[in-house]
């Protein structure tokens, strides 16, 4: 069995020598804030010159559009009026003049769907384009990121950046946004307009207005809130989906489908709640405003009709006339036109307030705090030449730490041998809960050390530190007489060979996923690599041998054989310190008489930290260490430790392996 389990949510509640795995708190999130706004628009800036074609087209749609409605009006007074007038008289209508007036009025509704569709299409590539750019970000940002965020973080909730809230940002760009601008630039058209032909009936409007606007207000600050925590919800949800997606056969195995309908159905239920009240409240504003539009529109037209009869002097902004048929027809279109980007502007509120949320969830990832790394002295290819270490560009197989020195005065050069020690280590996962206590040990070049204890004792904690997957809280960790904080990390784990009991196989052939740990391996060195892991045989045999192709993790592989694959990838990288966290553990006894032959070559001349259930795999350690909660109780070699016949004694006497 493996030490890693699914502890619970909170880190405090984490076993000795357990990560803090689990799923975090979803609670409510922070309100929308200005700044999530503007860091949006950054995104989109550097688009500026099609912003400004966008723009333009928007200009045009807002200015055809207003002129077609007040054409309205000169239509109706300059030629049908007449028109009338003649038919009432007796005379032949002439239409000619009519009929070129409709024909220009066609002529700018025209001009407006073209520049409604130019907009829409550069708007298409410019929000894939800033999409493109946010998903670049999240994925180069979240490369950076320690394992305790991934620790923290389900998978679902992680891979919901990628698809929900990146979806919601697409919205934003690509309609919301020009949507947005485009009500402002016609609003403020059709108001100058609607002032040319009556300032009077435009007050009547103004009021309207503002009493929109106040039930607006009301609706959309509501909704915004239940559109976050719909985000938020939606990601909890989906991170539950996937961990039972992956748990599915243990699911089955203890009959746990009522317990895991019963919670998918809670998420399932939060989720809904928060999106009927999201959806309810910004559903109903576009009716709403609608309906008060309607109402505006009979109050427009009774005022507008008593103005005229009472014959009250109409006032515009070029001066003052009388109120016409053919202004009240103009005013009432303009009208139309004025509410109509009110209620799109109100009907885009649910999409701002969603659009925001998944923003501020993805700013919440970009604002991860990455993994910290002050080191400075890196690994180098080396080559030496009468006793003296050189740095080269070739590949020679000696590799050396370039150590620089603190005034500037040089570097120093030293070679990588694999001597780790460890000197009164303590950590915890938590500052206020240490699970590592005083621990010491050291590992010469070419020993191999093995760990040895309960679940939770410790023992893949130590090897975390090792590879600085997390920083110790006191005490010291050398590497080649190097404190492993002033050693960058990439080089760092670039020297470290770690085979996991967890096998990742990525999508590609079976030659990709052993190249994996060396990418410039030659195919040679990678059979060579496979023959070691005795992993050649069952790859031989597969469809295309080492170029078939692997996908869903390998998911026609046996357990077995993925770890065989992940031993070859762990040997064509030729490390001189190996971690092999449980690596025999999935494999079956006869299998792993063979693994063993390939690790014992595999490990030869290394430092190999080991760590094991199964005693019989550790017998030929050169050290032993026993854990328990936390602290080293017994160490020695395998006879030692049997003569002391303490814990470790009776563990192997015992006739059973730890659990």
């Known amino acids: ?235 909890s949800l989906n991170g539950y989906v996937e961990e039972m997606i992956n748990g599915q056969k243990v699911v089955k195995v203890f009959n746990h489908e009522p317990e895991a309908k019963e919670e998918f159905d809670r998420r399932n239920d939060d989720l809904t709640a928060n999106m009927t009240e999201a959806n309810k409240l910004g559903n109903i504003m576009g009716p709403v405003n609608n309906n008060m539009g309607h109402i505006l529109y009979v109050v427009l037209a009774i005022a507008g009709g008593t103005l005229a009869i009472s014959g009250v002097t109409n006032l515009t902004l070029h001066g003052t006339g009388t109120l016409t048929l053919g202004a009240i027809a103009a005013f009432l279109t303009l009208s139309r036109n004025f509410m109509q980007p009110i209620n799109q502007v109100v009907q885009q509120i649910s999409f701002i307030a969603m659009a925001m949320a998944g923003a501020e969830r993805i700013f919440g990832l970009l604002d991860e705090k990455p993994e910290e790394d002050e080191g400075y002295v890196t690994l180098v290819n080396a080559k030496e030449e009468n006793g003296q270490l050189t740095e080269t560009t070739e590949r020679t197989g000696l590799w050396a730490w370039k150590h620089p020195h603190t005034d500037g005065s040089g570097v120093t050069y030293r070679k990588l041998e694999g001597d780790v020690v460890m000197e009164q280590v303590d950590f915890g996962y938590v500052p206020e809960k240490t699970v590592l206590h005083d621990i010491t040990l050291y590992a010469r070049p070419g020993q191999k050390v093995a760990f ?54 990525f999508t590609g052939t079976v030659m990709d996923n052993i190249r994996y740990g060396k990418l410039d391996a030659t195919d040679e060195e990678c059979i060579a690599a496979a023959k070691l892991a005795n992993a050649h045989d069952f790859i031989t045999r597969l469809p295309d041998g080492y170029q078939t192709v692997l996908s869903g993790d390998g998911g ?104």
């Open 1 to 235: 069995m493996s030490e890693r389990k699914n502890p619970p949510a909170r880190p405090a509640a984490q076993p000795v020598g357990g990560g803090p795995r689990g799923p975090r708190a979803m609670g409510p999130r922070q309100p929308i804030h200005r700044e999530s706004v503007a860091r949006l628009l950054k995104y989109v800036a550097p688009f500026w010159p099609r912003l400004i074609l966008v723009l333009c087209c928007i200009i045009v749609n807002a200015v055809a559009t207003a002129s077609a409605a007040t054409f309205l009006g000169r239509v109706i007074d300059d030629y049908i009026t007449p028109l009338l007038a003649q038919a009432a008289g007796g005379l032949d209508p002439d239409y000619s003049g009519l009929i070129g007036a409709i024909l220009q009025m066609a002529g700018l509704y025209l001009l407006a769907i073209l520049a409604v569709f130019f907009q829409a299409r550069i708007m298409a590539v410019v929000s894939q384009s800033v999409l493109r750019t946010v998903r670049d970000q999240m994925f180069a940002h979240m490369q950076t990121l320690p394992i305790k965020y991934f620790d923290t973080h389900t998978y679902g909730e992680v891979m919901s950046h990628y698809t929900n809230d990146t979806d919601t940002l697409r919205q934003m760009v690509s309609q919301v946004l020009p949507q947005t601008v485009s009500s402002a630039i016609t609003l403020l058209v059709v108001f100058l307009s609607m002032l040319n032909c009556s300032v009077w009936m435009t007050l009547v409007v103004l009021a309207g207005t503002v009493v929109m606007m106040i039930v607006t207000a009301k609706l959309g600050t509501r909704s915004a809130g239940f559109f976050v925590k719909q985000q938020t919800s939606l990601a």
């Open 556 to 659: 026609g592989l046996s357990q077995g054989q993925r770890q065989l694959i992940s031993i070859a990838r762990a040997a064509v990288a030729d490390p001189p310190v190996m971690i092999l966290d449980e690596a025999t553990s999935s494999i079956d006894t006869r299998t792993e008489a063979l693994v063993q032959q390939g690790m014992d070559r595999l490990m030869h001349g290394r430092t190999v930290f080991v760590i094991a259930h199964r005693l019989s795999t550790v017998k030929n350690s050169d050290v032993i260490m026993v854990l328990d909660h936390g602290r080293i109780i017994e160490r020695g070699s395998h006879d030692q430790l049997i003569a002391e016949k303490g814990q470790y004694y009776q563990l192997y006497t015992g006739a059973f392996e730890l659990e």
């Open 452 to 505: 040895v204890g309960a679940t939770g004792a410790g023992k893949t904690t130590i090897t975390n530190l090792i590879n600085r997957f997390y920083d110790i809280a006191d005490g010291k960790i050398r590497y080649d007489g190097i404190n492993i904080n002033k050693i960058r990390k990439p080089d760092l784990r670039h020297s470290l060979g770690v085979v996991l009991q967890e096998v990742n196989l």
